[in-house]
């Protein structure tokens, strides 16, 4: 067991940011935690890396308590916060230099680990960090988390404010992490990147809703969902509101998902009913349930 997290929970004077969280992530995983702003995430990050202290609950990383072993944690693990914290007025070079001096090592002792990602940056390495891309300073940012040879790392939120192609990068470097033995436990507010992980957890006000695996936790969904468009989109939603028989109702991408309250649903009733509101280019068409799906129905 890489990370056990036994009944935590931590408010912040009036606000409860996590309320009883227990889990466990296996060595070597891919664990994601899963959920929209506020949730709940840098907190549980922020007492996982002995940055913050619970109000109750234990946990232990690496097989360290994050109370009593907090020194032993701090050598064992990389934490890549959501906000760049590296130091902006230093140059690519100086800061990896800097974050391996600080953890006793040096870059060549671990440059295997941090190879595939440094040679990336390498071309900047004389650039100061506060001048990197978005793209460039996350991948700092990974190279200073991992330079200390960690077992346990810790990105939170690390492809937030990313484009799509980096966002991409990055996930198959932390595959190839993983396949280095390292542990990960990484959030995300993006739904398509929990696919990507062994297990998610979904969180929402600081409460689990589920974990699983990604695919179990789409197999598990109670209801058959519908791809609804039409020519206008605003009426579209409008009228899928109104109808009297919906479950549930949001957009999704260029259609609309839909599901029904009733187990006898026929989607041509729904047609009629959408073409009597005006509107007109009606597609209903069976699709499978994603991720996202399964948050928005845990979550209602
Ligand atoms: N230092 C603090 N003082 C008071 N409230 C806080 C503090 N830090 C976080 N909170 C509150 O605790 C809750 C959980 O916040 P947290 O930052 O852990 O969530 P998150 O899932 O990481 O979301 P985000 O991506 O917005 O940071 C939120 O309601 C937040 O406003």
Not at 52 to 62: K, P, Q
Not at 78 to 85: A, E, H, I, N, V
Not at 86 to 103: G, H, K, P, R, W
Not at 108 to 117: G, M, R
Request: net charge negative; aromatic share 10%; proline share 4%.
């Amino acid at each position: 067991m890489s990370i056990s997290i036994s009944h935590i929970s931590k408010s912040y004077k009036k606000v409860s940011a996590l309320k009883d969280i227990s889990f466990e992530v296996e060595a070597g995983e891919l664990f994601g935690l899963i959920g929209p702003d506020g949730a709940g995430k840098t907190t549980l990050f922020r007492i996982l890396t002995t940055l913050l202290i619970a109000n109750e609950g234990a946990a232990t990383v690496a097989g360290f308590d994050v109370v009593a072993d907090y020194k032993n944690i701090r050598k064992s693990v990389g934490y890549m916060p959501g906000k760049f914290s590296l130091y902006q007025d230093l140059t690519v070079a100086e800061n990896l230099n800097f974050f391996a001096t600080i953890f006793g090592t040096t870059v060549e002792e671990n440059y295997d680990l941090i190879k595939d990602i440094y040679v990336q940056i390498e071309p900047f390495k004389d650039r100061r960090a506060g001048k990197l891309s978005g793209g460039m300073k996350q991948k700092l940012a990974l190279c200073c988390a991992l330079i200390h040879k960690p077992k346990v790392l810790f990105l939170d939120e690390p492809t937030t404010g990313v484009d799509p192609v980096s966002r991409k990068e990055f996930w198959e470097m932390l595959k190839r992490l993983q396949l280095k033995g390292i542990t990960i436990l990484v959030s995300t507010p993006y739904m398509d990147e929990a696919a990507l992980c062994d297990r998610i957890a979904l969180i929402q006000d600081g409460k689990i809703l589920e974990i699983d695996t990604p695919e179990a936790i789409v197999r598990h969904y109670p209801k058959a969902i519908y791809n609804v468009k039409a020519n206008n989109m605003y009426q579209l939603i409008k009228s899928l509101n109104d109808y009297e028989h919906n479950h549930s109702v949001y957009p999704f991408g260029e259609y609309v998902h839909y599901t029904d309250s009733r187990t006898d649903f026929n989607p041509k009733e729904l047609f009629q009913y959408l073409e009597s509101n005006n509107l007109s280019a009606i597609e209903i068409e069976p699709t499978v349930a994603t991720i996202e799906d399964t948050f928005m129905e845990l979550a209602k």
